[in-house]
């Protein structure tokens, strides 16, 4: 019988642990939902396939190559700070990357190093890359995407909220107008 | 029971060839038995349910049903896994004498985890970091196996670690040389102990001996950093004490089917062997760093190093029983792991020579125990011997082919022989 308690005990704390991993999951996200800065990344969407998620959009993003006085000095996979403001047309861009935090108020990203292009430029990675969708709208999600890209006119982009630097992606939009609303009038 | 049993047991019973009392035993005999396989029957059927609606109720889900608020959809990631945590804790506390209940809820639950877990990925697009995604889903599954002792789901974590551990190494670029695998590995080890020593002989610790012995099998090629090539005496070590754990008095009295460490390790002692007998096997360097030194101070020569000490020790513990007057070829194909280290000469003859006499003993063997299996299993290793050189000798066709012929008669013959040999003894 004491066994038994013993057991339950120790299942109380087992059931506790599996629930506050996805709760914590869940705060932490809406955290940077409702108090992070809100940034555009111009991006290009593709349209892959995860087991255990469903349908997503995969996101390029154009940010993703950048100049560096010394491509040698970042190694691949390494984690790095990227500092981030807007250009004129209101679209993110990184300013500047470091390999500490940024301690001035401006908003930045924790990200990791992809691989280097040359001597003076590497690719970065995303932290955020993936934007789920429904699995009968996804796929017009990418044709969508294609036919705005032949009238070149189109301004596809990701609405992500920053905080401390991590990112949540909020909308994928072309044009102002939510991807899942174009893609599913279709 | 059968009416067949029923039926020849009352004619057994007539003509006085059994009493009353011991067809009286027969039948409880197989009352006990009928009773047991009935379990069995509702554990496997339960298991599996939990399997399919667990891996359903992830796919609906993933659906991504974007008519619901987010609000929704968090709540309802949340529904599976707090059913399947009600079902564990009732199992628990009511019903813990039952295999069925246990199995089935812990199996629901392991499925609810990550199911949970994708789908609030999904609804804030949490990227794919496939890794943490299955290390967080294991370690979380992981002490249902203590708590609710279920072998399904700790045969599930092995399968879901060896994922991690190919996934972390093997399939993505640059790898992350994680050695996180082996102390995941670990976390298994006691509810395998527990097994072997009370269940030696269940489903449940058949299956473990199976994963286990392949999942490492899988994932000892995840200590390759730079001296890849070192790999494989890290494998022929392995292997060697996979055939000693198999030859050791407890598993080499279980069938054959239970002592996966047997099999595993002797066809791949063989696959080595059969490997190291082609030329072009020896033509690439065993040394791809710049200096020696830093050759044998790499992991994979350690790791080797160790393993081979290891096989060493088995070796010698199987074999001073019998004073060495036992010992077979395929316990000695380790020490081929010298052979890189002596430079310039072609070491693919003496795997030849290895291969060629294990094929031979093993014919005699089967000769000698009148084993058709053994016989034709010696057979077959001299064929696939053959079969291997003909892609790097010039031997002519007449000659290739002359060869194949008295192979083939080989077989017809000495099959031939052991069948009439067998009809005549039981004459």
């Given amino acids: 019988m004491k066994n038994k308690k013993i057991a339950f005990l120790i299942f109380i704390l087992i059931v506790t642990a599996q629930l506050y991993v996805p709760l914590q999951m869940i705060f932490n996200q809406e955290d940077i939902i409702k108090t992070g800065t809100e940034f555009k990344f111009q991006t290009v969407p593709v349209d892959p396939y995860d087991p255990f998620r469903g349908k997503y959009i995969t996101l390029f993003f154009k940010?993703?190559?950048?100049?560096?006085?010394?491509?040698?000095?970042?190694?691949?996979?390494?984690?790095?700070?990227?500092?981030?403001?807007?250009?004129?047309?209101?679209?993110?861009?990184?300013?500047?990357?470091?390999k500490t935090k940024p301690k001035n108020n401006e908003s930045y990203l924790k990200?990791?190093?992809?691989?280097?292009?040359n001597n003076n430029k590497i690719a970065i990675d995303f932290p955020f890359d993936r934007f789920y969708m429904n699995e009968n709208i996804a796929p017009n999600a990418e044709k969508i995407y294609q036919e705005f890209s032949i009238k070149k006119k189109n301004e596809t982009y990701a609405l992500v909220a920053v905080k401390n630097g991590e990112a949540v992606i909020k909308d994928v939009r072309i044009n102002e107008v939510s991807i899942k609303d174009l893609a599913s009038k279709k | 029971?059968?009416?067949?049993?029923?039926?020849?047991?009352?004619?057994?019973?007539?003509?006085?060839?059994?009493?009353?009392?011991?067809?009286?035993?027969?039948?409880?005999?197989?009352?006990?038995?009928?009773?047991?396989?009935?379990?069995?029957?509702?554990?496997?059927?339960?298991?599996?349910?939990?399997?399919?609606?667990?891996?359903?109720?992830?796919?609906?889900?993933?659906?991504?049903?974007?008519?619901?608020?987010?609000?929704?959809?968090?709540?309802?990631?949340?529904?599976?896994?707090?059913?399947g945590q009600i079902f564990c804790g009732y199992s628990?506390?009511?019903?813990?004498?039952?295999?069925?209940?246990?199995?089935?809820?812990?199996?629901?639950?392991?499925?609810?985890?990550?199911?949970?877990i994708s789908l609030v990925a999904q609804v804030y697009n949490i990227p794919g970091d496939l890794d943490s995604f299955i290390i967080t889903w294991m370690l979380l599954s992981l002490p249902l196996v203590y708590v609710l002792q279920?072998?399904?789901?700790?045969?599930?974590?092995?399968?879901?670690?060896?994922?991690?551990?190919?996934?972390?190494?093997?399939?993505?670029?640059?790898?992350?040389?994680?050695?996180?695998?082996?102390?995941?590995?670990?976390?298994?080890?006691?509810h395998y102990y527990q097994l072997v020593k009370t269940k030696a002989l269940s489903n449940f610790t058949l299956f473990h001996n199976w994963f286990i012995s392949i999942s490492i099998v899988i994932c000892l090629g995840t200590i390759a950093h730079k001296n890849g090539h070192l790999l494989y005496l890290s494998y022929m070590s392995l292997f060697t004490i996979f055939y000693f754990i198999g030859k050791t008095t407890f598993f080499d009295q279980q069938k054959l089917k239970n002592n996966s460490f047997l099999i595993v390790g002797k066809l791949g002692i063989l696959y080595l062997l059969l490997l190291y007998s082609f030329k072009w096997f020896w033509?690439?360097?065993?040394?791809?760093?710049?200096?020696?030194?830093?050759?044998?101070?790499s992991i994979e020569f350690i790791i080797a190093l160790l393993l081979t000490v290891l096989a060493a020790i088995l070796f010698y513990k199987k074999n001073?029983?019998?004073?060495?007057?036992?010992?077979?070829?395929?316990?000695?194909a380790f020490l081929t792991n010298i052979l890189p280290f002596i430079t310039g000469y072609e070491f693919s003859i003496i795997a030849n020579i290895l291969v060629l006499?294990?094929?031979?003993?093993?014919?005699?063997?089967?000769?000698?125990?009148?084993?058709?299996?053994?016989?034709?299993?010696?057979?077959?290793?001299?064929?696939?011997?053959?079969?291997?050189?003909?892609?790097?000798?010039?031997?002519?066709?007449?000659?290739?082919?002359?060869?194949?012929?008295?192979?083939?008669?080989?077989f017809f013959l000495t099959n031939y022989f052991m069948l009439k040999k067998r009809n005549r003894n039981e004459k």
């Avoid at chain 2, 057994?12 to 060839?17: F, Q, R, T, Y």
């Avoid at chain 2, 069925?100 to 392991?110: D, I, K, N, Q």
């Avoid at chain 2, 299993?377 to 010039?394: A, K, P, S, V, W």
């Fill in chain 1, 63 to 98: 940010e993703r190559e950048i100049t560096v006085n010394n491509a040698t000095k970042w190694r691949s996979g390494e984690t790095i700070f990227a500092t981030i403001n807007m250009d004129k047309k209101g679209f993110a861009k990184i300013s500047s990357i470091s």
């Fill in chain 2, 283 to 297: 033509d690439k360097s065993f040394y791809k760093t710049d200096s020696l030194a830093e050759t044998l101070l």
């Fill in chain 2, 357 to 410: 006499f294990i094929g031979i003993f093993e014919v005699k063997r089967g000769i000698k125990l009148n084993h058709l299996g053994i016989l034709n299993f010696g057979l077959l290793l001299i064929t696939i011997l053959i079969t291997c050189r003909f892609f790097d000798t010039n031997l002519s066709f007449v000659i290739r082919g002359i060869l194949f012929i008295t192979i083939g008669l080989g």
């Fill in chain 2, 320 to 332: 001073s029983k019998t004073n060495f007057k036992e010992v077979s070829l395929l316990e000695l």
């Fill in chain 2, 92 to 116: 628990l506390l009511k019903k813990s004498a039952s295999t069925v209940w246990r199995e089935t809820a812990s199996v629901f639950l392991f499925f609810a985890i990550g199911a949970s």
């Fill in chain 2, 1 to 83: 029971m059968s009416d067949k049993i029923k039926n020849e047991l009352q004619e057994l019973l007539h003509a006085n060839v059994v009493t009353a009392e011991t067809a009286e035993k027969i039948r409880d005999y197989f009352h006990q038995k009928e009773a047991e396989n009935q379990n069995k029957l509702s554990s496997v059927f339960g298991i599996l349910g939990a399997i399919l609606v667990g891996l359903g109720i992830i796919l609906v889900f993933a659906h991504n049903w974007d008519t619901l608020s987010r609000l929704t959809k968090v709540i309802l990631s949340f529904l599976p896994l707090l059913i």
């Fill in chain 2, 150 to 190: 279920s072998s399904i789901v700790s045969l599930l974590y092995i399968a879901g670690i060896t994922y991690y551990g190919c996934n972390a190494n093997y399939f993505t670029y640059p790898s992350t040389h994680s050695f996180l695998y082996w102390l995941l590995l670990l976390g298994i080890a006691p």
């Fill in chain 1, 111 to 117: 990200l990791k190093i992809g691989f280097a292009l």
